[in-house]
């Protein structure tokens, strides 16, 4: 399948105008890829439109062998992660591909990484050669660490937790045990007034907005963030069960834990592999990309959480222009963390909203930090809704 990763992108959106993207934000994916794989549900005959992001997701897409995934991102930056995860998928073996990404720890030294980065290289874009040449440090270090989101993650594991929790605790809050013992071990060990106190501090818009995200995408962030993420924290450390978690448990560490996000699960690799020649990707803004491509119709649509940093003016075009790029039945998964975004009530005959289904899952959602998952169908020709 054809690539393509123009040097820069042409962009001119909202958030591309406010927001700093020469550097790396999210160098993993941040939203539950087994939920996005269970909503999207990509058979042989579907086409799938993807936020690239860090990559993991748009690799997660692939394992079932959709028809063809497309994966777009304003960044030019998240592009060159998201190809760095494919030509260590495509050159080397699972182990070197994860000593690679950092999502191991390097054999014998850091150094390693850079010699499984020489082989991955040619397979490269200009552009993406660029990047990771000029950051050979974060090569070195473990790419997966590397953006700034997961910076500031790895603040709160290194240098907040502690001051919470001694290490002792720390460990036995990832140690398996049934529903009721969890919510017992969180009421009287973990949910101190520290955790309380740091917990509020550090997620606070004012310290995520200057140290984990660009301030301007707060934006349309309407209340404040810390309240809500501690109740949803406090579901992810008790009905959820910490030991199965991915997210939460890089958060606690600051490194992969036993979980793995999909993509990065040894059984996993072989069939991503497989189905890599039906990737594509694209510099481009989604609704650069669907307005240059009006032709293009897919089955399902993985949206991050782009929509909370467009205005709703801006967000309702561009739920057009994927209506207009949809195949009847078609779903589109997006997330909310703190500016609400699902389709208004005028496309209500177009666009049908998966409620039920989007709060069932929601509860079960181990990337835990926001505030709703949505999930809505274009409708077939003819059919009506009540
Ligand atoms: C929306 S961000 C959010 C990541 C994660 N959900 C979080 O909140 O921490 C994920 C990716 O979307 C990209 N992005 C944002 N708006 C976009 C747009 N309109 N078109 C394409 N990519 C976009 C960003 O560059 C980033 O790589």
Known sequence: ???????????????????????????????????????????????????????????????????????????????????????????????????????????????????????????????????????????????????????????????????????RVRNALLQRRNLVARCKFYTTVWDTWRWRLLFRVFFSRLVMGRLGRDPAFFRYAEGDIATGLFERTRNALTRLDPTHNPYLQWILLGRHGSALPFALRPQNFQAIRRHLNRLEWHTLAAEQYLAETKSEKFDGFNLSNIFEYMSLSAYHELLEQLIGAARPNARMVYWNLLAPRRRPAEFANRVISLDNLAATLHRQDHAFFYSALVIEQVAAPGQTFT
Request: glycine content about 2%; some cysteine; overall charge neutral.
């Open 1 to 167: 399948m054809h690539e393509t990763t123009p040097e820069s992108s042409s962009m001119n959106t909202e958030i591309s105008r406010r927001a700093d993207f020469s550097q790396l934000r999210y160098a993993q994916c941040w939203e539950d890829a087994d939920l996005l794989l269970r909503v999207l549900a990509p058979m042989r005959y579907h086409r799938i439109f993807s936020i690239a992001s860090a990559g993991d997701n748009t690799l997660a897409l692939l394992a079932h062998g959709p028809e063809r995934v497309v994966a777009v991102d304003l960044s030019a930056v998240q592009i060159a992660a998201l190809e760095l995860r494919v030509a260590a998928y495509r050159r080397l073996d699972y182990p070197a591909a994860m000593q690679l990404l950092g999502v191991q720890p390097a054999d014998q030294s850091n150094e390693q990484r850079l010699d499984l980065y020489a082989l991955c290289r040619p397979l490269l874009s200009a552009s993406s050669q660029t990047y990771w040449d000029d950051h050979a440090a974060d090569i070195r270090a473990g790419v997966v660490a590397q953006g700034r989101f997961e910076r500031y993650l790895r603040l709160f594991s290194r240098r907040i937790l502690p001051l919470i929790h001694p290490a």
